[in-house]
């Protein structure tokens, strides 16, 4: 199914049920769309924090003077995923006596309601993502999950691993 955002009204809850479209059923969604500005993926090779303005920035934002300007507004985490070693071979495919064995692997991290995904790189039980994920922070108690999946085209996503990560031992 295809849900057009731009249709729904933000900082509000709203029930969708879905009917979809290649099969039988439907899917019952809450969306919310809230501002969440500093949630972002970007490439290794570009890092907000090495530009000498956008960390000026930062410092200012999180100074003790604007302590109490939002309360909300605990700071921000910025998680790199740069690769996965030795993963566990999902797929096994091939004809007779040979047997390619592979995963098609992509990890997803959430904070919170916030989920960023990286792309998948198939064929490979070495994949390397190399991206940077940026998150609001707004409760310090929150837990950093990464995990790790197994792309698979007709069915869904098997999983690989996790690893849970309190922001207070960060």
């Known amino acids: 199914c295809q849900v057009d955002l731009s249709t729904l009204s933000k900082e509000q809850t709203h029930k969708l049920e879905m009917p979809l479209e290649e099969g ?38 999180y100074s003790p003077m ?24 999902a797929d096994v495919t091939g004809k007779d006596s040979f047997n390619f064995c592979k995963s098609d692997p992509f990890c997803v991290v959430e904070l919170n309601n916030d989920r960023l995904l990286t792309h998948t790189v198939y064929r490979n039980l070495n994949p390397e993502w190399n991206k940077i994920f940026t998150f609001n922070i707004k409760d310090i108690h929150s837990v950093l999950e990464v995990t790790v999946y197994d792309e698979d085209r007709d069915r869904s996503a098997d999983f690989l691993g996790k690893v849970a990560i309190p922001l207070l031992s960060v």
């Not at 570009?46 to 303005?53: A, F, G, T």
């Not at 507004?73 to 910025?78: E, P, T």
């Open 24 to 61: 039988e059923g439907y899917l019952v969604l809450l969306v919310t769309l809230t501002a969440s500005a500093a949630v972002t993926i970007s490439d290794l090779s570009i890092n907000s924090l090495e530009d000498q303005k956008e960390r000026e920035e930062i410092l200012k934002r």
């Open 66 to 89: 604007m302590m109490f300007h939002n309360i909300s507004d605990v700071g921000f985490l910025q998680v790199k995923v740069i690769r996965a070693e030795a993963l566990m071979a």
